[in-house]
């Protein structure tokens, strides 16, 4: 599984996006529903019905009406709710991508950690394969006298413990194997096997904390979700002003009359009704003005919150920077210093162990030397790594310069 592949699953199946996927879209459904006009009422009346006959022609006053009305909030309330409304909505997509970074950072976290294991226990059982060849020439050189027994037993020891670090290094995989599976939506115990190389494991200079964070200023999703939720703040606070001015209620009404008018000497004549009614914002003391200090509070909340994720951001660029430049000074001293040196010690004294001019001791301890310095060259990849995958999630991106 590549790196690519790992990250594509986890997007396409982790139920974590899916259900933030349907938040988003649900949400998005909801600005037109706030911005409508409220539903018109149809009625159907029977008006000054006489309660001795019923009968429709016997009064003048008695009518079959029908009628419609219609409320209208006062002009700009509607476009306040809607664009409060949309602005939440568009926190829900925000929510959605910042899930997607901060779920691709995990993924690229956890894989570089398997590669820096598979690594770890690849240069084990190499180790382990080279012990077993001291073993072999400490017994030859003990049978022909020429050794000491002691150095039998001592190959034998270190063999011991390369084969106690593999049994360490595995169950560490397989916990970190079962974080992944986990973000892939898959079950724990599945096997996960990478490429027997890394894609890349150049390590480039990064821009400063300042740059960084300029660019988390325009490309973190999270930054962008309380930039929207003080926006949407701000449009309520405005909803609140505006309820001090009353709403409106236009209604029409026709009614049906029967029977005849003996004063004109025709049929009674329909009826026809024009209605306006206004709500009168009386009670703003306990009603209105403690709106508007309601939604002035929140605004306030949802400014502190956007301060405080700024500063969150920060931190977090800071930190992975600081964990990103410490790891890659370490690889760069052990590949271009520390692991030659030992190579180079090694070769040197196996010949001189063979001459008898090296004492087995030191032989084992300057193979022991290589090999963890080449276990902490990966440990130091995998961490260089898993430091830049932070960076990247906390500025908002993908990657970076991968």
Do not use: C
């Not at 592949?5 to 139920?15: F, G, R, Y």
């Not at 012990?131 to 039998?152: H, N, S, Y």
């Not at 004063?263 to 914002?281: A, N, Q």
């Amino acid at each position: 599984m590549t790196l690519d592949d790992a990250v594509a699953i986890a997007l396409h199946n982790n139920p974590d996006v899916a259900g933030l996927q349907a938040q988003a879209e649900a949400m998005s459904a909801v600005p037109s529903q706030a911005g409508a006009l409220p539903d018109p009422v149809l009625s159907l009346n029977a008006m000054n019905l006489p309660t001795d006959s019923f009968d429709l022609d016997q009064e003048p006053m008695t009518q079959l009406q029908v009628a419609l009305s219609q409320s209208f909030p006062f002009p700009g309330k509607r476009k306040l709710r809607r664009e409060a409304k949309e602005h939440e909505a568009q926190a829900a997509q925000d929510v959605l991508a910042e899930r997607r970074t901060a779920l691709t950072g995990q993924v690229r976290n956890a894989w570089w950690q398997l590669m820096g294991l598979d690594r770890s226990l690849e240069i084990v059982d190499q180790n382990q394969a080279l012990m077993r060849d001291f073993v072999e020439i400490a017994e030859t050189k003990f049978k022909v006298g020429r050794g000491l027994q002691q150095d039998v037993l001592l190959a034998q020891l270190e063999l011991s413990r390369l084969l106690d670090r593999e049994l360490r290094l595995q169950g560490l995989r397989g916990s970190v194997q079962a974080e992944l599976n986990a973000m892939l939506d898959r079950p724990a115990d599945r096997a996960i096997t990478l490429p027997p190389t890394p894609p890349n494991t150049d390590l480039p200079n990064l821009p400063t904390e300042e740059q960084l964070l300029q660019q988390a200023g325009s490309e973190r999703p999270l930054i962008d979700v309380h930039r929207d939720l003080v926006e949407a703040a701000q449009k309520r606070l405005d909803l609140a002003r505006r309820d001090y001015y009353p709403d409106f209620k236009l209604g029409v009404g026709y009614g049906n009359r029967q029977g005849f008018d003996a004063f004109r000497g025709t049929d009674r004549s329909d009826l026809m009704s024009v209605m306006l009614s206004v709500t009168v914002p009386i009670y703003t003391r306990s009603k209105q003005s403690k709106a508007v200090e309601q939604r002035t509070h929140e605004i306030s909340r949802q400014k502190y919150a956007f301060n405080n994720t700024l500063r969150t951001v920060q931190a977090a660029i800071s930190r992975g920077l600081a964990e990103y430049h410490a790891a890659r000074d370490q690889v760069e001293l052990l590949e271009t210093a520390i692991i030659p040196q030992a190579q180079q010690t090694v070769a040197s004294m196996l010949v001189g162990y063979q001459v008898n001019q090296v004492d087995f001791l030191n032989l084992v301890n300057t193979q022991i030397t290589l090999y963890n310095a080449q276990i902490n060259y990966w440990e130091s990849l995998s961490r260089a790594k898993q430091a830049l995958a932070k960076v990247a999630s906390a500025v908002g991106v993908e990657a970076l310069y991968e």
